[in-house]
């Protein structure tokens, strides 16, 4: 069956730009989870959806940073007036839902490049 | 505070060998373990998970051993192929409604063929 998916695959904006990512995660899937990896380094973690109401935004790094979920499905990760520093590839990850976190399948994520 | 890393960043093996991955996790609260492998360009895959009430699981070629006593775990791959080759992670989970999942660093897996 499908994966999850993201889009687009690969950005390139200027610094100060906006930029929208978008997850479709696995369908059925309940919870969504947005991490973000760095070069050479492990996940760190974003926010979490569980439905459309997300439980767990600690994650997130700023103020520019914000996420939505729509319908239960797709998410859109937003940030606003773009940093160098936030230079990484986003993952969107799924699950059933029941406990959180058990069990995520991700995405192919999001290579975001801010020049 | 609580910390999960990985023992080794680089593991290289013949093709056929069993790898054997490990890591280590500081918090004793932890009651779930995953493991998952992330190949160039793409997103971590699930590879297998494990739960506290457990000590061994096994799935495709795959074996998650976990040591409550040593806060220890390991991965071991049997026959390993060249598509083996990855970075490999592995994350815990703590017991707790709002216990997220936090990740390893990651070893990277050669296959020499």
């Known amino acids: 069956g499908a994966g999850v998916s993201q889009s687009p695959s690969n950005k390139v904006t200027e610094k100060g730009k906006d930029v929208e990512l978008r997850c479709d995660p696995i369908?059925?899937?309940?919870?969504l989870y947005w991490y973000r990896q760095s070069l050479g380094q492990g996940l760190e973690f974003l926010i979490y959806?569980?439905?459309?109401?997300?439980?767990?935004k600690s994650g997130l790094p700023s103020d520019r940073f914000s996420a939505e979920r729509t319908g239960g499905s797709v998410s859109t990760l937003t940030i606003q007036r773009t940093q160098q520093e936030d230079s990484a590839v986003y993952l969107c990850?799924?699950?059933?839902?029941?406990?959180?976190?058990?069990?995520?399948?991700f995405g192919p994520g999001t290579r975001l490049t801010v020049t | 505070g609580e910390s999960v890393g990985l023992h080794l960043p680089t593991l290289s093996v013949q093709e056929g060998d069993n790898s054997i991955i490990n890591c280590a996790y500081s918090?004793?609260?932890?009651?779930?373990f995953i493991w998952y492998k992330q190949e160039s360009g793409k997103g971590p895959q699930f590879i297998i998970d494990?739960?506290?009430?457990?000590d061994k699981r096994q799935g495709q070629r795959v074996t998650v051993l976990l040591n409550k006593t040593v806060k220890h775990l390991s991965l071991q791959i049997a026959a390993t192929q060249p598509g083996d080759s990855a970075v490999y992670f592995c994350?815990?989970?703590?017991?707790?409604?709002?216990?997220?999942?936090?990740f390893g660093k990651g070893i990277t897996l050669s296959v020499r063929p």
């Open positions: 369908s059925g899937h309940t919870a």
């Open positions: 994350a815990e989970r703590a017991s707790g409604a709002n216990s997220k999942l936090t």
């Open positions: 990850a799924s699950s059933k839902g029941g406990t959180p976190f058990y069990e995520q399948y």
């Open positions: 959806f569980q439905g459309n109401s997300a439980p767990d």
């Open positions: 918090n004793s609260a932890s009651d779930y």
């Open positions: 494990i739960r506290s009430n457990m």
